[in-house]
């Protein structure tokens, strides 16, 4: 894959210092059937911490699944809500949400002006993606190209494996900030948090 | 109002030591919408957590507004986990759920086996409540009895006000272990994350 550095990148300046107790949000979806024609609805969630000290607040929107709208979505979950002026990053688990609704990592940074950050703990295997969306939807050259745009996961950390990219933000700094916002594991715990939450709504998805 | 005491309360034995990261679950109601005759769910939300320091996962249930069997669907929803041999302590914010959903904390500690906390920050208006059950329960006199049974809250600490109900531990411990699982504030933060995951699920109730 060719690494796309966009120019906003290039231009990103050095945190000052990473404070233990930074403002972040946390993105995860929610589980959701991919067959069912009728429920097509997907919930997000954000959980908002300082650092990985306490929980400040939980948002929610939701999105179609593949929603061709995920950047614009979740750039509006993240505006209306009263925390934004806080929140100093903005975590994702991956450049996809809600099955193949892809966030454009720069567009989420330059919209809400807070950097994006995606930890990935192992290389996606950007083939089978590639070749996924071929197979499934008309404007799949779109989405992947927005795939693209997110740049090269670069390995910050061998063991166990980290890699990030970044939007509006250094790698040096992301790193240090992950560090910050993790309690066990190499996740942060606003992103564990939002998994939990968006796994333990699946059971209910269909009551 | 009078203070009633079960035996079993009385033979509880003092922990020996109350650790930092001590596995508990913080149980809170989703929003719901009190005059729907047809949405009458209300999902219930339990939060495992290690002491404060970070969350071990998140359970789901859900019940029928006011529902006569709130203590036997909390009790199937810990027993139903595969946390539940390592908790050792549930904590909620009142014996009441999904409106007038009485929950008989001595009988949710024998079920389960694992002591239970109510954590108050303000005195319960008993008179108030028992005048609202009259009002609208044919069966009020069973659910006034259950929010008898829980015993009178005890103020373990001025300023703020924390008032305790306990089952299964003394009020000592209870305090203490209180204390080790909050970062911000007065209520454990298991209790906080259970209460912002429905108040963010209450705007998506109609979808």
Redesign the interface.
């Known amino acids: 894959m060719v690494v796309v550095r966009s120019k906003v990148l290039e231009s990103v300046r050095q945190w000052r210092s990473v404070k233990t107790k930074t403002p972040i949000i946390g993105i995860d979806d929610g589980g959701f059937d991919r067959f069912s024609e009728e429920k097509r609805?997907v919930?997000v969630?954000g959980v908002v911490m300082k650092g990985?000290?306490?929980?400040d607040?939980?948002?929610?929107s939701?999105l179609e699944r593949d929603d061709s709208q995920a950047t614009k979505i979740l750039t509006n979950m993240i505006s209306a809500s009263s925390h934004k002026p806080q929140i100093r990053a903005i975590f994702l688990q991956g450049v996809t949400i809600a099955g193949f609704g892809i966030i454009d990592i720069h567009h989420l940074w330059r919209m809400t002006t807070i950097p994006v950050i995606v930890v990935l703990r192992k290389y996606p295997n950007y083939q089978k993606i590639q070749s996924a969306l071929e197979k499934v939807f008309d404007d799949n050259q779109v989405r992947w190209e927005t795939i693209k745009r997110a740049g090269e996961p670069i390995k910050v950390q061998k063991n166990p494996q980290i890699f990030l990219q970044t939007a509006g933000i250094s790698l040096e700094n992301a790193f240090q900030l992950i560090k910050k916002c993790t309690?066990?594991g190499t996740i942060p715990?606003a992103l564990?948090?939002a998994h939990?939450?968006g796994?333990?709504?699946f059971?209910?998805l269909n009551?």
């Open positions: 609805k919930p969630f990985a000290a306490y929980v607040g939980i948002i929610q939701q309690v066990v715990e564990r948090i939990f939450i796994a333990s709504r059971r209910f009551d």
